[in-house]
């Protein structure tokens, strides 16, 4: 894991660049690198389940709701999930697309704050990666009706007997699975710090670049 004082101080230099996974500075510099260097340590210092992260949507009548999942890809700066298109967050998704994200790994005392607009990705996507999941995982989309009432354990187990049957083969993809990708409007990069003085960078997207701001802690 890269020295975390080392990595905030260097935001504080104002030097831009980026240089052994280091950050130099953040003048000029892209979220997307903070990003993917914090993931990357996330990993490294063998965070459970690095890659899971909150996701929150608003129902129509302003309800917000949260539930983890994974991320999955990062394309072009879209940042990749895969569910039931007909689950809770897909119908609020529909009907309100502003969510956000919230990574938290605790060994590194860090969390990201991501909010951003969300959309299903192109069906190509969907398909290539549903193709490259476990069977047991494919026959699981067809069998669960994600976040519909199930009458009970056996209901389910019956389904999937019924799509294991019907699908000896290859299966193929539900049309109301696959994926979402989020465009993020804004990043925040929160590291804990001794005496509660912790640091707190925002990233916000304007028409071309990225604004930056330090909050209070
Ligand atoms: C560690 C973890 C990872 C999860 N990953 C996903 C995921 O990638 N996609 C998904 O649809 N649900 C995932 N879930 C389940 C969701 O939290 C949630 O129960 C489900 O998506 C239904 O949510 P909804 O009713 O709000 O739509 C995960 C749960 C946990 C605890």
């Known amino acids: 894991m890269g ?18 996974g280091h950050l130099h500075g953040f003048e000029g510099a892209d979220p997307y690198d903070l990003f993917n260097l914090w993931t990357e340590e996330a990993v490294a210092n063998e965070e459970m389940e690095p890659n899971a992260f909150v996701l929150s949507t608003v129902s129509a009548n302003g309800q917000p709701s949260s539930r983890i999942v994974y991320l999955k890809d990062n394309i072009d700066g879209k940042l990749v999930l895969y569910t039931n298109y007909s689950s809770l967050k897909g119908e609020e998704i529909d009907g309100n697309s502003k969510v956000s994200m919230l990574f ?14 969300c959309s299903k990705v192109p069906a190509e996507i ?12 494919q026959i699981g989309a067809w069998a669960s009706n994600q976040s519909d009432v199930l009458s009970d354990r056996e209901e389910l187990e019956k389904r999937v007997e019924e799509y294991e049957a019907k699908f000896p083969n290859e299966v193929p993809r539900p049309e109301d699975w ?4 989020i465009e993020p409007s804004k990043f925040e990069f929160w590291q ?9 960078i925002v990233f916000r997207a304007t028409d071309s670049d990225w604004e930056i701001e330090r909050l209070n802690p």
């Not at 804990?192 to 707190?200: A, E, F, M």
């Open 192 to 200: 804990g710090r001794p005496s509660r003085l912790h640091d707190r």
């Open 3 to 20: 020295d975390i004082n080392q990595i905030m101080d260097a935001f504080r230099d104002g030097h831009h660049e980026f240089e052994n």
């Open 178 to 181: 696959g994926g979402y990708w």
């Open 126 to 137: 969907s398909d290539a990666y549903f193709a490259s999941r476990p069977r047991g995982s």
């Open 104 to 117: 938290f790994w605790p060994k590194s005392a860090r969390q990201i704050r991501i909010e951003g607009k």
